[in-house]
Structure formats: C-alpha cells, structure tokens
C-alpha cells in the first residue's frame, strides 16, 4: 500500500496534475483498491467539515489584509524608516531587506507576497547603488521566506488545522525562531560583506532627524502586530477574530493614506478570493487523502514500517529533514506541506517528539523549499520582479540562506527549549 501511493504521487505529480487533483486522485485509489467497505459515500461529510471549520476563516481574511497593505503603500514607508537604521551596516540594502521582510511578513502572513512586496520596493535600489546582484536578490527571496514562520502566517493555520495542533502555541513557538532566523540571515550578509566589501553597495550617511522619524514608518506594521499576534497571545482573541480585527486595522490605514476607494477594494477582494479558493481546493483534498489513509490503515501502517527498523528517533527525524529538503526541490512549498503532513506528523508524534516543535521545524523545511531550485517559488517571484538579468543570479545568491537554515534546524534539534520555552512560560 506505502509503495503504491508514493510512487502514484511521484507520477502524478510529474506529469504536472495540479497538486489538489494529485491529493484527489490518491485519495479514490484508496478507497476502490483498499477500502474494505464503500468509502466514497463519506465523502460529502468529510469535506463539508473540513471545509467549514471556523479557523479557516482566518485564511481569507489575512490575505485580504496583506492585499490592503500592499495598496495603502504602507510596504514603501516602512521599507524606507527600516533603511534609515541600517544603512551604514556593511550590507546595507540588504539588511533593510530582511528587516522589512521580517516585519511585512509579520502582517501580510505569505512569503510570496512578502518576496513579491519588497522586491518591487528594492530591487531598483540594487541597480541605483551598484550591489552585487547574486547576493542581493538572494536576500530578498530568503527574507520572503520569514511570512511562513514569522506570526501571523497562513501556513501555519493550515498545518495546525491538517495535525490538529492548537494555532495559538504555533504562533507563539514560532516567534523566536523566526527572529533567530532573521538574525542568522543578516549575520551572514554582514559576514560577506565583511569579507568581501564590493559585495555591498556605498555607505549612505543618514541625519539623526531622519531616523528618529523614520519610527513613524514602521509603527503601522508593529501596532497591526500588536493589534493581530498581540491579541492571540493575550487569549483575548482566536487566531480568526485576531484576524477580523486585522482587517479592520487595515481599511482603517488604508484610509488614513487616502487610498480608500472602490476600485481598491474590487482588486483586493478579487484577489483575496483567487488566492483563497486556490488554497481552499488543496486543503479540501488533503482533509479527503486523510480521511481516506486513515480509513485503509496507511497511516499506522507508514508508523508501523518506521519503528520496525528500529532506528532511533533523532535517526528517523535527520531522514525527515532530509527528505523534505530532497522534495523541496521538486515540489511547490504549499503542496508539499498539504501532501505529507498527515502522513509525517503521526510518524513524529509516535517517535516521542512535540507536534507544535515540528511545527516549527516544518515550517522551516518549507521554507528552504521555497529558496531551493528548481521549484523555489520565490526565486521565480524575485526574478519576474527583477525582469532582466539571468535567473542564476537568484538561485547563487540563495545558497548561504539556505545555509543558514540548515543552521536553524540544527539549533532547533540541539535547543528544542528555543521553540518550546515561550508557548510554556505563557502556558504556566
């Protein structure tokens, strides 16, 4: 049964299905070929829980959020106060891009979006002031990365929802590691650079009126934080009316800018419902493949056959690990989250290790998914932003990134405290 279905996704997945009819397709072959009684006849209630519960909500309304930040300007103004502060550092630009990064990522809640935002803001930067573009657009792709870990973030509410994991530990756990993992990308910039100085662009001297009054320009994106994770962390809020709440914050910045109009709101919910019933799709299908393994036993079978060969768990975790980074390079982030974590996550759990750890573990390995070629789908967004110029340049410039976190994984196997300690001191 595990050969079958591995190598019927492998097929499918090769010959460019999309992942939601890949997800589908498995799931019915299940059923006929396995199944000991008729299956397909759940099919309309299992899906119709999947599709309804309320912590989905949250997915379309960070989107929309994100889409009414990106049209209010708010990503130029903060990008412009975060380069105030560090454009003496060696690496300059580049720390401003991992800085905004950090912060967009912590209201927009998509990588993508990220890495779309802030590569439209920089990239003409990198051509103004001569930066080495390899590194630079590297930069950009890996700091777009950090809307996955960083809270608020989509893919997070996803995984929680496909291991039944509470969102709000999620979110907390993931708050020091993505700080860390920022921290890690800055530090390996300003190494490089160190290194080799022709890498960065000129030192650009900055007033002290200027800086101070840059604090303006980053406090729309701190107070939505404050207003989105602050409220989720305080227990006043579930991770959808934290949401709601974000949206609302939104319109109302929006409106302070005076960029409130029709035509702005046609755009952004019309993009907000594309991207929402693309991600809808694959979930629906994935809670349909769970429910479909669980049914044949495919589940406890994958566990059975990993504890049979009686490796030690830090063994099996280190073949995890690398078998997502192996799969990285095939398959887009989203699909393979959505594909593997019902099969993986009962694996994990019965080796002994914490699901809201893994958690953050995976959403690293998406992460690096995202960075690393072919498929990287932020190397492909920082390229369509660039325009001209070889694609190479984007891939080069994403390696010490990605080196970095193979450090934070690392960090995290040694340190499991790192993920674990806040979700326990707000717990206690």
Do not use: K
Request: proline share 7%; net charge neutral.
């Amino acid at each position: 049964m595990v050969p079958i279905s591995a190598l019927l996704l492998v097929v499918l997945v090769a010959i460019g299905l999309p992942i939601a009819v890949v997800l589908a397709i498995i799931g019915v072959t299940l059923s006929e070929v396995f199944a000991f009684f008729p299956l397909l006849p759940a099919t309309g209630e299992v899906l119709w829980t999947a599709s309804t519960q309320f912590v989905l909500v949250a997915v379309p309304l960070f989107i929309l959020m994100g889409e009414l930040l990106l049209r209010a300007g708010i990503a130029q103004e903060m990008y412009e106060g975060v380069d105030a502060w560090v454009s003496r550092v060696p690496g300059g630009l580049m720390h401003t891009n991992i800085a905004s990064s950090a912060l967009f990522a912590s209201t927009s809640g998509s990588s993508v979006a990220t890495a779309a935002t802030i590569g439209t803001i920089s990239i003409p930067n990198m051509r103004r002031y001569g930066y080495s573009p390899p590194l630079y657009l590297g930069s950009v792709a890996a700091g777009g990365t950090l809307g996955i870990l960083i809270p608020p973030s989509i893919n997070m509410i996803l995984y929680g929802v496909l291991a039944d994991v509470p969102i709000p530990q999620l979110y907390v756990a993931g708050l020091i590691p993505g700080l860390m993992l920022a921290g890690l990308f800055s530090l390996v910039v300003f190494g490089l650079c160190l290194w080799r100085p022709g890498l960065s662009g000129p030192p650009r001297p900055v007033d002290w009126h200027r800086r101070w009054r840059a604090f303006r320009a980053v406090a729309s994106p701190l107070a939505l934080f404050l207003i989105v994770v602050g409220s989720i962390y305080a227990g006043w809020a579930t991770p959808t009316e934290a949401a709601a709440l974000g949206v609302i914050a939104a319109l109302g910045l929006t409106h302070m800018r005076g960029r409130l109009s029709v035509g702005m709101l046609r755009d952004a919910f019309e993009n907000t419902m594309r991207t929402t019933c693309m991600v809808m799709l694959i979930v629906i299908s994935a809670f349909f493949l769970n429910f479909m393994m669980s049914a044949v036993g495919l589940t406890g079978q994958v566990t059975g056959l990993i504890q049979g060969l009686n490796l030690s768990p830090l063994t099996v975790m280190l073949l995890i690990i690398a078998g997502y980074l192996l799969l990285g390079c095939f398959m887009e982030s989203l699909s393979l989250m959505v594909a593997t974590t019902p099969i993986v996550v009962p694996v994990v759990v019965a080796l002994g290790y914490d699901p809201v750890w893994f958690g953050v573990l995976f959403m690293i390995l998406i992460e690096a998914a995202l960075i690393t070629p072919p498929i990287g789908v932020n190397l492909f967004v920082v390229q369509t932003v660039r325009g001209t110029g070889p694609f190479r340049d984007v891939m080069v410039g994403s390696i010490p990134f990605l080196g970095m976190m193979l450090v934070m994984i690392l960090l995290l196997l040694a340190a499991p405290g790192l993920a674990l300690w806040l979700p326990g001191v707000l717990a206690g």
